[in-house]
């Protein structure tokens, strides 16, 4: 049976086709869970007609009904695993970063947040056989601190083309949180010209944190962050891609931020992640992985350095 197109949704024809196409809104399944307010934003269209549009494409992409766990089962057979190039850390997550998922890094300033994300992105490039995924990969760098030179003092240690690996790499500076939203759907378009399994936003909360200030944008922040999170989520399934991103702690212990060695971003953040991982320093040189949430494993701690090679046991 041939894949359905934008087309064979009920009342869209060419024209709205195009503008859908426009937007971005290439794909049924990312109409059929699309907002009707941003689908009739993007597209130029009534916010009713958003909505009939929507339940169309939810119809042709045959979402919202139940399945057997057997299915689901059959499913999860596509869930792949990418190395974090340390063993200890791997057997802590059952093997590695896990596909259609979302990883949260978090920890304190120097803990090696960005390191272990440098390290994910080279390993990503490598074959399969090798614990890679054989993909290019695509940064949010929203704190200006992607090294090429660091890629390449890994990718040598691996014994790979480091030149090879930094085309490989996509990287894009987000100036604000709006620009980073913006940014998930500019991957999207870029994942259906290149095989991208392979996402991280380093890091998630900075520009949240600073442009929401105060009590009274509490509510706003964590709605736009929450909309964001579901948009990594949604690449992470379209793609079986792995979402890794970084976080933050609360500098000081207080009502808006809570506890300091808590995640900033709250519930929504922590709903919404799949796996959240603590990130500490330990002593001589050595850092310290704590998984403190998972569907699926228990917590646990893994002891693993950063050198100049990258991440090892």
Request: glycine share 8%; with cysteine.
């Amino acid at each position: 049976m041939a894949a359905k197109t934008l087309e064979d949704i009920p009342g869209v024809g060419p024209a709205i086709a195009e503008k859908l196409r426009e937007g971005g809104y290439t794909d049924l399944m990312v109409i059929a869970v699309a907002s009707p307010k941003d689908l009739a934003e993007t597209c130029e269209i009534g916010e009713k007609k958003a909505m009939d549009i929507i339940e169309g494409a939810k119809l042709c992409a045959d979402i919202g009904g139940f399945e057997t766990g057997d299915n689901i089962l059959e499913r999860r057979k596509a869930v792949t695993k990418l190395t974090t190039g340390s063993k200890a850390f791997n057997e802590l997550l059952n093997g590695g970063l896990e596909s259609q998922a979302i990883v949260e890094f978090f920890g304190e300033f120097g803990s090696c947040k960005t390191q272990v994300c440098f390290q994910l992105a080279v390993n990503a490039t490598l074959p399969e056989e090798k614990g890679g995924l054989d993909s290019d990969v695509i940064i949010i760098d929203t704190e200006n601190t992607f090294r090429p030179e660091r890629i390449i003092q890994m990718a040598n240690f691996l014994g790979v083309d480091p030149d090879y690996t930094l085309r490989r790499i996509h990287v894009a500076r987000a100036f604000n949180s709006q620009h980073q939203i913006l940014l998930v759907d500019k991957a999207l378009e870029l994942a259906q010209q290149k095989k991208i399994r392979l996402m991280i936003v380093d890091s998630l909360t900075s520009h949240f944190r600073a442009e929401y200030l105060g009590r009274g944008a509490l509510a706003e922040r964590q709605q736009i962050l929450n909309r964001h999170m579901h948009d990594l989520l949604n690449f992470a399934t379209l793609n079986n891609a792995v979402i890794a991103v970084t976080n933050q702690v609360a500098a000081k212990p207080d009502a808006f931020f809570g506890d300091p060695t808590r995640p900033i971003g709250g519930h929504i953040v922590g709903h919404t992640a799949t796996f959240r991982l603590y990130l500490r320093k330990g002593k001589g040189g050595k850092r310290i992985a704590r998984l403190i949430d998972s569907p699926n494993l228990p917590e646990g701690e893994a002891v693993f350095m950063v050198t100049e090679d990258g991440i090892k046991d």
